[in-house]
């Protein structure tokens, strides 16, 4: 079980990104990037800031839909 969710998190990170369109859905886990977590892109999905599809097998969206998101997130302040 652990090989098969370290394949699944590496299809996830690097093949699934590099191989789908910009409208392609994709699993949350495959959009993350270095300042947005899995997590808060489904937060955002779930108070619907995040365009997204809720399916059985968990919250699906486009690299298009999370660039639209990331570009109208106020910015952080850096941390002192």
Do not use: C, I, M, N
């Not at 994709?26 to 599809?53: F, H, I, V, Y």
């Amino acid at each position: 079980e652990l090989f098969a969710r370290a394949v699944l998190d590496s299809l996830h990170r690097f093949l699934l990104p590099a191989l789908a369109g910009p409208l392609q859905l994709l699993p949350l886990s495959a959009l993350t990037q270095k300042d947005l977590s899995a997590l808060a892109l489904r937060r955002a999905a779930e108070k619907g800031r995040l365009q997204a599809q809720r399916r059985p097998t968990g919250w699906y969206s486009t690299k298009s839909w999370v660039d639209l998101y990331t570009g109208s997130r106020r910015p952080r302040r850096p941390r002192v």
